[in-house]
Structures are given as C-alpha cells and as structure tokens.
C-alpha cells in the first residue's frame, strides 16, 4: 500500500520546497556577504570622511582621490561633499539591517524607524550626488556618468514609492520597492566591487579607461544596479512558482551574484579599503 507521503504529489511538493530552501539560502548567504561588504565600507567612510572633520585635518578627505574632493574656500562644494558620504556610513549600516526578517518580526518599530532614515538620506545622497556630478563637475567624463546619473534619478522614484507603499500598509508592494531602493542607492557601491571582481578576474584593465568611459565601464555603470535589480524581481517571480527546475534555475542566478559580490567585497577590502584606512592612520 503507497502511503500518502509516496505519492508523486507528496514528492512534487518536497522537491519544490527544498529548491526554494535553497533558493533563501543563496538569497540569505548574499546578503550576509553584503553586509560585511558594507560594514567595512562604513568603517572606511568613517575614517576617511568623518574622522577628519572630527581632528580638524580636512585634507585627509582627498586620500579617497575623489574627482574633487575637499576644496578650502569652497563651503557650498564642500558642504555637498559630505553630505553625500557621510550618510553612506549610516546607510551601510542601517540599510542591510532593513533586509534581515529577524528584525522586522521582533523588532518593527526598529524596521520603521531605520527604513525612515534609510529613505530619507537616500534621497538626500541621490540629490547631493546629482549636484556634485553636474554642478560641481566631479566627473571624468559625460558618458561615464550617464549611469550614475539614472542611478540618481531611480533612487528618487523607488524611495517615493517605497514610502508611499509604506503608508498605505501594502506591504508587499512596499518591501519590493523597499528593495530596489536598497540596490539604488547603493549602487556606486555595487560599482566598485563588480569592477573590482572585473580588475581580479582579469588580472588588470580590461575595456576599462582611466575617465570610467571604456565600454566595460560603461556597461557596468548601468549593470551594477540593473543587475541586483533584475535578479531580486527573478527571486520574487520564483517564490511564486510550483515548478521546481523555475527556482532552481534562479537559485543559481543569485548563487552567481552572491559569487561575484564576494569576489568584490574581498577584492574592495584588501586592494582599496584597508589600505587608505592604513594610510589614513599613518599621517
């Protein structure tokens, strides 16, 4: 006699929620990469952009080599400046505690709280940031800011309608949004590490230019967010699926991604952030 837990039926429903167990794993093991990607890049805005302001030694602003960075006499330009990354250390930090469930199922009043500040100096970090490339003139080049700039301007929407969501309580709509806002404003962040995992995985320069124009640069200008961004809406579209090869085919996908952030995220701390936070430290 085929007892109800041999039916094919009985396997069908195992062998799809054990994809989909996978499938949060990959999800939850990508987001932990992200996190310890974005506590040290807190750590490194901190050093380079706070604690200068704290010891009065400004000029250490400029170990970053921005494309301009702290400019004396320039009050407006420098204001600007640091309200775009200074609150990137706050964002690092308090964005990726949005995406953990513990917090939101134990702590919601932390998850309200946080998502408000994150919104709102995401907002301010995309308006800031639009200035300082297009008023200011921290660019290399017209072409190699084109992504950025849509970056910029995506912020503003996802940030609108994630709050918006958020207010109407329509919380799956919110968390979406609340999700896309994540990968905008942090997408120069996913910038820097997907070219840094391009500079290791080629050994150097590949399509890349010193003005960030060579088409490498370019495509990762709009991949470095549209990437995150496509991949997040295939996990959302396969936890709605029955069909097993569906989710297994995603959980590869995001397997990939998570690869690739951790490949940038090591490459980023060893090669880019603890050097200048060493630097910085030795002056």
């Known amino acids: 006699m085929i007892s109800a837990t041999n039916t094919p039926q009985a396997f069908s429903t195992s062998s799809t929620n054990r994809a989909k167990q996978f499938l ?3 999800v939850s093991a990508w987001v932990a990469i992200a996190l310890v990607g974005q506590w040290f890049f807190a750590s490194y805005v901190f050093v380079i952009y706070v604690f200068p302001i704290v010891t ?11 494309i301009i960075g702290y400019v004396k006499g320039d009050t407006f330009g420098n204001a600007a400046l640091f309200s775009h990354v200074i609150p990137a250390a706050l964002l690092s930090v308090g964005g990726i505690i949005q ?3 513990i917090v939101r199922r134990k702590y919601p009043a932390v998850h309200r709280w946080n998502g408000r ?3 709102t100096l995401g907002l301010l970090g995309a308006i800031s940031g639009l200035y300082l ?8 080049s017209d072409v190699g800011s084109l992504g950025i700039t849509l970056n910029g301007i995506l912020i503003v929407v996802a940030v609108v309608f994630a709050w918006r969501y958020a207010k109407a309580k329509q919380f799956d709509k919110h968390m979406r949004w609340a999700i896309h806002a994540f990968i905008l404003v942090n997408g120069v962040w996913f910038f820097r590490l997907y070219l840094m995992a391009w500079y290791v995985g080629n050994q150097g320069a590949n399509g890349n230019t010193a003005n960030i ?9 709009f991949a470095c967010y549209g990437i995150p961004m496509l991949i997040a809406e295939c996990v959302f579209w396969a936890k709605r699926q029955k069909q097993v090869s569906k989710t297994w085919a995603v959980t590869v996908l995001t397997s990939m991604g998570a690869l690739v952030t951790l490949m940038g995220v090591l490459a980023a701390i060893f ?3 603890i050097p200048r936070i060493t630097q910085a430290f030795q002056l």
């Open 24 to 26: 949060q794993l990959s």
């Open 56 to 66: 009065g030694n400004l000029e250490l602003v400029n170990l970053s080599k921005p």
């Open 271 to 273: 090669m880019m952030w």
């Open 133 to 140: 490339t297009w008023v200011r003139g921290a660019r290399l």
């Open 99 to 101: 995406l953990l469930p």
């Open 117 to 119: 500040m994150f919104l």
């Open 213 to 221: 124009d060579g088409p490498m640069d370019i495509f990762l200008s």
